[in-house]
């Protein structure tokens, strides 16, 4: 089944703690991307990644960094997590060839950072 | 820079109704627009985009969707609403590999 998976899909955590949300899809995406979902405020991108060690800030890059080691993983890093890391966060993928393809989204990573 | 804007964070529309989402954009160069729907504790769904061509653009679960380029609006719209309809949509504007999504707004369908 075609899909985009995330873990952990729940995590609380303190404050300075280093944590790594994975990300990864098997449907050969070359660009994969990191988002950010908060009430009110919609869903704002993070980072995106059009290949293999291709990767760009988007919106809200802030206080994350990413790495794309392999075509099919995407990880988001979080080094020193603040509580206004506190968030829903969505890993997506898409192909590159058209930036109108639509993207498939993970089931999202509920993050609590206290 | 791109923004999308929902005006609403809420419609309600009864069951058999139709129903419209809005959502107005602005971009510089050729927008590619998306909408997407979030049904409780689950990721976003693709719905439909427009590309070129048609104005009116026919997507998933009888979901329709009007480009107006005057008006910078590509308004989301069903002729007949349902209750599981009932979920948060997303309007989304990607002209480069950015992608901007807009507030969202929450569709509660009354029986």
């Known amino acids: 089944e075609a899909q985009v998976t995330q873990n952990p899909r729940y995590l609380i955590t303190v404050t300075g703690k280093k944590l790594t949300v994975t990300c990864s899809q098997n449907m050969n995406h070359e660009y994969m991307s990191w988002y950010r979902q908060d009430p009110g405020l919609g869903l704002r991108q993070i980072y995106y990644s059009m290949n293999v060690e291709v990767t760009d800030k988007g919106d809200v890059p802030e206080g994350y960094k990413v790495s794309r080691k392999e075509k099919r993983n995407f990880p988001l890093i979080l080094e020193s997590p603040s509580p206004n890391q506190t968030s829903l966060y969505f890993c997506?993928?898409?192909?590159?060839?058209?930036?109108?393809?639509?993207?498939?989204f993970g089931p999202g990573t509920r993050l609590t950072v206290l | 820079a791109q923004s999308v804007a929902q005006p609403e964070d809420q419609v309600n529309v009864a069951e058999g109704n139709p129903l419209t989402v809005k959502c107005t954009y602005s971009v510089s160069g050729n927008p590619y627009l998306f909408w997407y729907v979030q049904y409780p504790n689950r990721g976003l769904q693709f719905l439909l985009k427009?590309?070129?061509?048609?104005?009116l653009v026919k997507g998933s679960y009888g979901f329709e969707a009007e480009f107006n380029k005057s008006q910078t609006s590509f308004h989301l719209k069903k002729p007949s609403a349902l209750v599981s309809d009932s979920a948060l949509y997303f309007c989304?504007?990607?002209?480069?590999?950015?992608?901007?999504f807009g507030t969202g707004t929450k569709l509660q369908v009354i029986p």
């Open positions: 427009y590309i070129t061509g048609d104005n």
């Open positions: 997506a993928s898409r192909p590159l060839a058209r930036k109108y393809n639509e993207q498939f």
């Open positions: 989304a504007v990607t002209p480069d590999q950015k992608v901007t």
